[in-house]
């Protein structure tokens, strides 16, 4: 039981984490051929990764490989795909994170129904403990509802194997009585003696 709830914890923190990168990843600066370092261009790299595009390492530097990754993206998503990452594509950008974040909502609201709630992000010391105080209870009440759907799946597999045993006890008990009931066979009458 306690490895479930730490499992289901783990990937409880990595969707988090997941969900508030990917609420954060808006971009706020054009990108283009001959950046380096660049935390934007190293977000930019980790999208690309992410929809199968660029394969290249994340090192933050906007060179061949990026840009032939932003490239592809931009004809892929219908914008003019010249590898500036300007406002055109960065709104493409926005919008498949919002579906993703959609489908990931929908999803957790399926599986727990409850839904996440996206982190703002903090500005002071206060503000993140709070955002992280937040977001553990969210997890908190998605592992105690978790916790209960496997303890009535517990339930049902044991009413289930004591119905089990009480049929198997009850198919004893009606051979016995069968056996018990059958009739016993009557001796032939003995032959009367003759005078």
């Known amino acids: 039981m306690k490895k479930h709830v730490a499992i289901v914890f783990g990937l409880g923190l990595l969707l988090l984490s997941t969900v508030s990168a990917k609420a954060e990843s808006s971009f706020s600066k054009d990108l283009y051929f001959g950046m380096q370092k660049d935390s934007e261009v190293t977000k930019l790299q980790e999208f690309l990764s992410s929809e199968g595009l660029y394969s290249g390492p994340i090192t933050g530097n906007y060179f061949s490989l990026t840009m032939k990754a932003v490239v592809a993206f931009q004809k892929r998503e219908g914008v003019n795909s010249s590898g500036y990452f300007g406002p055109k594509s960065r709104a493409k950008v926005d919008a498949i994170l919002g579906s993703q974040i959609q489908a990931s909502e929908a999803q957790a609201k399926e599986e727990t129904g409850s839904t996440t709630t996206l ?54 008990t009606l051979q016995q009585i069968q056996q018990n009931t059958a009739p016993i066979p009557t001796p032939a009458p003995a032959p009367m003696p003759t005078p």
Do not use: C, E
Request: proline fraction near 6%; glycine fraction near 4%.
């Open 119 to 172: 982190p703002i992000p903090p500005k002071t010391t206060n503000d993140v403990a709070n955002t992280l105080q937040s977001q553990l209870d969210a997890l908190i009440k998605q592992v105690g509802l978790l916790q209960d759907q496997l303890k009535t799946q517990q339930q049902t597999q044991t009413s289930i194997q004591t119905l089990q045993t009480q049929v198997a006890q009850q198919g004893q």
